[in-house]
């Protein structure tokens, strides 16, 4: 395994074209080295991001919007003076990942790009409308989160192509956004079902809602119904009810050591509900 | 000593609670573990392992490995003893495979190489031609119908014709008639109820550091229990005297009973001797969780008679323990274990082996007792509550005391359940109302305790401190608790005894620190050992005196006339009469060898209460307390800390724990992110109350305490969740899913 | 493998070391170092008896690798104590018999103290959180929560 640690992205990309065999980025390293450990990937090039100027930094841009590193790891997110009151929906979902000394290292792109389905931030980032800057050979694009996963451990991004930045728009008024998700235990687990919603209300009705599911299909989903299901109303009994069936009609996840099919459809709608609850009284409270 | 002189006995240390001799190095790092040592030349060790469940080892090529450079040795089955019998074969046959794996993760060939990535990278160019064999993981599959038959030879004489061959051993105990018991009974439950397999869980993996020497002798350095079992086996399974390997205990990082056998040490000198190095192994958590010795899996059935006023009039019970690809599950421990506190007239319990495919089972804390209880004493809670009976009273009415025999056979002596009992019944606990969801568990345990072999010395300097000489690993504080009864009878301050763990060549053997015998036993040794150096003392004092040795006593420090007829002389301290020592007839010892027979079982009674979320049926423990009979508390701390640490695996193993085995018959959780142990956010405070009935066997009527603590909380959980989820939970763990389907259905379902 | 040479500071002091870029920070600290209080109880970051501090912020050592060192503060257990002064929490461990084995001892104070260093007047949720990546399978955890409690009530006394 050879490793470089770049101090541009232009580099870090000439590297990756030019390698052969296996190739990583290396931002929080919570991913890689355990795979790396239980030989279930050794790169053959391992790519470390964290010497480029401005992958730790977390800037609100002037109108209102984030752009943050892409090695900004989650304890930096949840010390961040204001971010958490902006979006506290996506700083919850990537506090939960892993121990206090995983959100030492952690980061929101590492979590999408390990590609599981169990992804903690990424429902959450799906959510509030996340985009990510992805840079590669031929020039930069824009791509929405919901977009980079294609199945459990693969993402839509080439071998050549690096994520530059995380951009989370601005939140304005009357939004609010939440993740929860069921495990277990309290801590240390993978997410049995997870589930992100960001809404805005005006008036104390939901003017427009975005819902994400995690754990429950092969790639993390965004899921329209439920957000039609919120939209317009109070969140009265009958749009919670609602929610709730159009997230568990999303479901089609699997049996494993973690979960049940049954478990995780059933539990997805209880999680909707009480997500949708929290982000909702965010939501008026912001009004 | 009469039981009520033994109960007023004024103690000047024991009871108290000073710190740890080796706390320093403990809390700043510098203690050594066993992966903790190196030394010059020194290679690292890797195992190549199975990734079948079960398969015939066709061949075994090892020759692109040994071209790596930096490769020094590799050895396979070829490269240990051979005609070995009985468990030394098993272990053999369990560390290194020989023409079949048995089960994922089994160890074929292993590797010492210059570095451990070297090491690592060989064992993935060691080729095996494997042919796969059909295979059997689940107890209830393995001894039904088209089960593969595991290992015929190992059918022991008394399983009866007709058995499934995948049970290899059976056990009976009991007493009267079952029939006429439960002919008296006006209710009669019956149920069958199964726990999954669960690991130790040991933060330290196994590690060792092993120098054979082409003269035939070694040297071991690792982390165990019992250093002189590790001695005793790895001579065995290399074919060498035992005395030639001189073993050495590092600190132990936690074993619970699975660092009791061996599974790299051997393959370490073997790897050393091969390529007449120092050979250094570790495993990792994947290694540890595939293939050391998790606890059995079970299959308990258990019915019970009882009066309508709550009398047992019978109980019976069928215990099937699944232990892995050898004969060594505990079968006979829930037969004896599970009616032990209750004074039944008529009672029958039968404990069966089963064989699977799956890493042979090693001690986890109790044995075999944890499963059976989780039955027996979810039983007679069914009961108490269909008879309308406190479950503490229904216990209480049938609880063992002095005199009582047992259903596994001796009579007790004097024995602490109903204070246990009595002292839960009383505790705030107990009558705290509970809210919306919530659901409070009893449950009793009882263990045997135990004493083993055991040799203890001590030696006096002149400037009268103290060295202990123990050999069993400390592996929660026992140096505290031994230097504490030393302090006691010499009566010098606590802080001038230095207890050491003596190597296998410095002090003379001794059994594992195991079946809570510590306290008990090398406590026992320790007392008499330093007995016979104040003995040895007040010969010196008389002598000085010029009097007869009879006429001097030993009291709090100093050689005393005794007697009326001894005269007056000013008492001689420890520190004068070893300042004079090698003048007044050469250097004081004290030694003691035996094998305790005296141990005093112990009792417990938990409380629980658990809080489980209906819409997705995960529980919460929200109290608890133990409530154990420990004997007599030597330091208090380190008593609760076991009460604590007992009560919190079971509390794992009741809603989280279990190996997770595919269709493909390889384990699925090999890591600590998938086998849940509970972490600190999952728990509230773990109350202790400590009962202290003395065991009339001991000096200081000290029963162990570290395995009864493991016995009752997993029924006691069940208990709690079943009255929370309103479903008798019959099936460990009560994981999330299988709640929640239960409360659907109203029962719980595989 | 090519290895690489890395300058660090370890508890304050200047240190070199050459590693292969394979081997974690843990596998470095401890075997090429010396420096064995860090443990490797799992290796893959879920048990925390490897927790050290890095430029100040509590990791998994197994989590990071050596090569990522370049540069570093690294605090190990080893740098806790000041000389034979023990810290208020190491003492506190000892006093409340907040270990058994301890093996996951040097995890839990690296950890516990860093919390402390934030905040000396954590909730006993808090603390349980906090240290919710150090498992111990000994104690059950509560003497260790106590004695972080303690501690940290030392810790507000003397401030």
Known sequence: ?287 | MAFDQQKDQQFKYIGTRPKRQDGIDKVTGQAKYGADTYQAGMLHGSIVRSPHAHARILKIDTSEAEALDGVKAIVTRADFATGLTGENWNILENIMADKRALYDGHALAAIAATSPLIARDAAKLVKVEYEPLPHVTDIVDAISGGAPIIRESSIEANVPEGYHKNICRRFECGKGDVEVGFGEADLIVERDFFTEATHQGYIEPHACLAHMTPDGKGELWCTTQGHYNVQRICAALLGIETSQLKVTASEIGGGFGAKTTVFIDPVACALSRKANRPVKMVMNRSEVLRATGPASSSWSTVKVGMKKDGTITAAQGTYRLQGGAFPSAPSESPAQVTFAPYDIEHAEMVGLSVLTNRPKQAAYRAPGAPMGVFASEQVLDEMAHELGIDPIDLRLKNAAKEGTKGVHGPTYKRIGLIETLEAAKAHPHYSIPLKENQGRGVACGFWFNFGGSTSVSMALSEDGSVALSIGTPDIGGSRASMALMAAEVLGIPYEDIRVTIADTASLGYNDNTHGSRVTYAVGLATIEACKSATQELCKRAAGEWGIDPEAVEWEDGYARPSGPNAGSFEPLSLKQLAAKMTQTGGPINGHFEASPQTAGPGFATHLVDVEVDPETGKSTVIRYTVVMDAGKAIHPDYVEGQMQGGAVQGIGWALNEEYVYGEDGRLQNTVFLDYRVPVASDLPMIDCVIIEVPNPGHPFGVRGVGETSIVPPLAAVANAVSAASGVRQTRLPMSPPRVLKSMKEGKVVG | MSKQVVSTKVNGDPVDFICDPRESLLDVLRDRLGLTGSKEGCGTGDCGACSITLDGRLVCSCLVLGVEAEGKEIGTIEGVADGADLHILQEKIIDHAGLQCGVCTPGIIVAAKNLLEKNDNPTETEIRYWLAGNLCRCTGYDKIIRAVQDAAAELRKAA
């Open chain 1, 1 to 287: 395994m050879k490793y470089f640690k770049p101090d541009s992205f232009d580099d870090a990309i000439e590297i990756a074209t030019k390698a052969e065999g296996t190739t990583r980025f290396l931002a929080g390293g919570t991913d890689v080295l355990v795979q790396l450990r239980a030989d279930i990937v050794t790169p053959d090039t391992l790519i470390d991001l964290k010497g480029i100027d401005g992958v730790s930094d977390i800037t609100q841009n002037n109108d209102g919007s984030w752009t943050l590193g892409v090695a900004v790891t989650g304890a930096e997110m949840s010390e961040h003076p204001t971010l958490e009151k902006d979006w506290p929906g996506v700083v919850e979902a990537m506090d939960l990942i892993g121990s206090t000394q995983v959100q030492g290292r952690a980061t929101l792109v590492g979590n999408l790009c390990n590609g599981s389905p169990a992804a903690d931030s990424v429902p959450a980032m799906v959510a509030a409308g996340v985009t990510l800057t992805v840079k590669g050979p031929n020039g930069s694009r824009e791509v929405a989160v919901e977009d980079v996963p294609t199945g459990p451990g693969k993402t839509s991004l080439s071998a050549d192509e690096v994520v530059t930045a995380v951009h989370i728009p601005a939140s304005g008024a009357g939004r609010g956004d939440a993740y929860e998700r069921f495990i277990p235990r309290t801590e240390m687990d993978i997410a049995v079902v997870g589930c992100g919603i960001s809404l805005r209300v005006v008036d104390n009705v939901i003017v427009e809602a975005r819902v994400a599911m995690g754990a429950v299909a092969p790639t993390i989903r965004l899921v329209p119904d439920a957000a039609t299901a919120l939209e317009g109303s109070t969140l009265d009994d009958a749009a919670l009810d609602a929610v709730a069936e159009a997230a568990r009609a999303a479901c089609s996840p699997i049996d494993d050591k973690r979960g049940t099919i049954e478990f995780r459809i059933d539990v997805a709608g209880v999680l909707a509900k009480r997500v949708a609850k929290t982000a909702y009284e965010r939501a008026r409270a912001a009004q």
